[in-house]
C-alpha cells in the first residue's frame, strides 16, 4: 500500500471518528424515523401503482373476453344466414380474442400474487416503523435519562474536588480575620473615646453579680451553709453639738465603704486567679 493510500485511509479513519463522536442519538433516531417514513410512502406509491396494474390487466382480460364472445355471436349469425365463410373469419377474430384474453389472463394472476406480497410487505414496514418509533421514544428516553445521571456525577465529583473544601477553608480563615479585626476596631474605639474606668467597673459588676447568683443557687440547694444574718449593731447615742459640725463620712458609712473595697479586691484576685489557671 502507497503512503497516499494510507494517508488517505488515515484522514478517512479521522473523519468517521469525528462524525461518530458528532453523532446526536436522539436527532440521529429522528433522522432515522423520517427516512422510514419517506420510503414507506414510497412504497406505498409502488404497490398502488402495482395495484392499478392489475386492476388493468383484469379489465383488459374482460374486454378481450367479451371481443371474443361478441364475434362468437356474429359466427353464429352468419351460420344462421347460411354464410359459412363469413362465419368462419368470425371465429379467427374470436380466437384472437381469446389468446389475447390468456394471455391478459395470465398476466392479470402474476400481478395480483405480486400486488398480494407487496402488500403484505408493506404492512411488514408498517409494521416495522412503528416498531421504530417505539424504540425511538424509549431510547431518546435512556438517552435523557444517562445525560441526567452523568450531569450529577459530574457535580457529586465537583463537589469531592479538594479545592472546594479549600475553599470553603479560605472564605472561613477571611471571615475570621474580619471578625478579630472588626472586633479590635471595637476595643480601640472604646479604649479612646469611652470611659475605660466605668467599664472595668461594670464588667467587674456583671462578674460579681454572676458569682453572687450561683452562690445563691447553691445555698438552694444545699451545697452551701446559708449565708448567716448580719450582726446587728447598738446604736451609739447621737451627741448634740453646741455649734454647727463640718460634715464628714459617718461610721457606718466608712465601715460598708471598706467592705465594698474589700468585696472589690477579693473578686479581682478571683478573676487573676482564674486567668492564670487559663
Known amino acids: 500500500m502507497g503512503i497516499f493510500s494510507r494517508l488517505a485511509q488515515l484522514i478517512k479513519s479521522n473523519l468517521n471518528d469525528l462524525i461518530s463522536k458528532s453523532e446526536d442519538p436522539e436527532k440521529m433516531l429522528n433522522q432515522v424515523v423520517l427516512d422510514m417514513n419517506n420510503q414507506l410512502v414510497e412504497a406505498k406509491k409502488q404497490v398502488a401503482s402495482s395495484i392499478a396494474d392489475e386492476k388493468r390487466l383484469a379489465k383488459q382480460f374482460e374486454q378481450e373476453m367479451a371481443h371474443a364472445a361478441e364475434w362468437e355471436r356474429r359466427a353464429m349469425m352468419a351460420l344462421r344466414a347460411g354464410n359459412e365463410e363469413l362465419a368462419k373469419e368470425a ?48 431510547l431518546i428516553a435512556r438517552k435523557k435519562r444517562a445525560e441526567a445521571q452523568k450531569a450529577i ?73 446559708p449565708e448567716e444574718a448580719p450582726p446587728v449593731r447598738a446604736e451609739t447615742p447621737k451627741r448634740v453639738e453646741a455649734g454647727p459640725q463640718p460634715a464628714g463620712p459617718s461610721r457606718t458609712e466608712q465601715d460598708e465603704l471598706a467592705a465594698a473595697l474589700e468585696e472589690l479586691e477579693a473578686e479581682q484576685q478571683q478573676q487573676e486567679q482564674r486567668k492564670a489557671g487559663r
Do not use: C
Request: proline fraction near 1%.
Open 91 to 138: 371465429l379467427a377474430r374470436k380466437k384472437e380474442h381469446d389468446q389475447l384474453a390468456e394471455t391478459y389472463k395470465d398476466q392479470w394472476s402474476k400481478q395480483k400474487n405480486a400486488v398480494d406480497q407487496l402488500k403484505k410487505a408493506l404492512r411488514m414496514l408498517n409494521d416495522k416503523i412503528e416498531e421504530a418509533k417505539r424504540k425511538k421514544n424509549v
Open 153 to 225: 456525577q459530574e457535580t457529586m465529583h465537583g463537589l469531592r474536588d479538594q479545592s472546594a473544601f479549600e475553599t470553603f477553608e479560605r472564605m472561613a480563615g477571611k471571615i475570621d480575620q474580619l471578625e478579630a479585626e472588626a472586633e479590635a476596631a471595637g476595643e480601640i474605639q472604646e479604649e479612646y473615646t469611652g470611659d475605660i474606668l466605668a467599664s472595668k467597673f461594670s464588667s467587674l459588676e456583671r462578674s460579681a453579680g454572676a458569682e453572687d447568683d450561683l452562690a445563691a443557687l447553691k445555698r438552694k440547694m444545699g451545697m452551701l451553709p
